[in-house]
């Protein structure tokens, strides 16, 4: 018998259910999460014209970037990672204190090395609390010989209800490479920053924690990041929605673009070492701050990045 469609986006479909209507869910295709709720409340944007063919990446959620950012002479853009079938390492597990995590990982096949000729191994922990997500990446190099650089970028969409009325902190004083300007390099003045045109930007050196005002019901996201020096701001207002086939031309008042990753200077991986990243989204209404050591690496991976 037929496998059907349904059957088939059944078994592509990861949930993580904390219960009290919230949860995300994460795409096999890309490891990208495509909803993340809280109090039954979507966190995320993602396209009404977003593919889920199994072929193009899923435009909105979270794509996972790697080992490109942008344009790349070898492959597609933004690398191959989000447009490849990931492997769930570990099921949805509820933790003891009422947390659900999922482990996600990506090794190097036939397709990867037709593109890059490199071993790799990356894994993707998932945690979900209650008005939190938390992201957990390592990469590993299991050669005895050969080193690689890699680009790594977490695409976060945020949903919002006018991107004309966010305002982003924590890059004031930072350099940033304008993409709409040619790429020329200026440094940002605004102690907050807001979005009224066209904005493609890559904010280096940012700072471990940025703050977006005015997402879901007025409230505010908290994006906290370790191992991740740049920032990328990115909405593509009126013009460039019409090029994109899967892009609503009146979709980009309802989205932001927050990406937290390594652009600028791609990361060194030498033979039989690690890399450790991570980044935790926090929508909060009242002064709440996040403990950054939950933010640094703590050995979640340790167990996960041997190469079978």
Aim: charged content about 20%; some cysteine.
């Amino acid at each position: 018998m037929a496998t059907t469609a349904a059957a088939m986006a059944a078994t592509s479909v990861v949930v993580l259910d904390r219960g009290n209507n919230t949860t995300c869910t994460i795409n096999l295709h890309g490891a990208t999460v495509v909803s993340w709720r809280v109090n039954n409340q979507e966190q995320l944007f993602v396209s009404k014209l977003a593919s889920f063919d199994g072929k193009k990446a899923i435009r909105g959620g979270i794509p996972f970037v790697f080992p490109q950012f942008g344009a790349w002479s070898f492959g597609p853009q933004h690398g191959f990672a989000r447009i490849t079938r990931w492997h769930l390492e570990r099921p949805p597990d509820r933790l003891h204190n009422g947390d659900v995590e999922a482990i996600f990982s990506l090794m190097d096949n036939d397709f990867t090395r037709s593109i890059w000729n490199y071993q790799f191994r990356i894994t993707y922990r998932l945690i979900l609390r209650e008005k939190e997500l938390h992201f957990h990446i390592g990469v590993y190099n299991p050669s005895k010989e050969l080193s690689f650089t890699f680009n790594m970028l977490l695409h976060t969409y945020l949903k919002v209800p006018d991107v004309r009325r966010c305002q982003i902190t924590g890059l004031q004083g930072c350099h940033f490479i304008d993409k709409t300007r040619e790429n020329a390099l200026y440094q940002e003045g605004r102690e907050v920053v807001t979005v009224n045109e066209w904005t493609d930007r890559i904010y280096q050196h940012t700072p471990q924690e940025h703050v977006i005002t005015n997402v879901v019901s007025g409230r505010k996201m908290r994006l906290h990041k370790y191992n991740f020096p740049d920032t990328v701001i990115w909405n593509p207002w009126i013009d460039r929605s019409r090029e994109m086939s899967d892009f609503g031309d009146d979709e980009f008042p309802n989205m932001l673009c927050v990406e937290a990753g390594n652009v600028t200077s791609p990361v060194i991986l030498l033979p039989g070492t690690a890399f450790e990243a991570s980044q935790i989204l926090q929508q909060f209404k009242c002064p709440y701050t996040i403990d950054p050591s939950s933010c640094r690496k703590k050995n979640y991976l340790t167990n996960f990045l041997q190469y079978d």
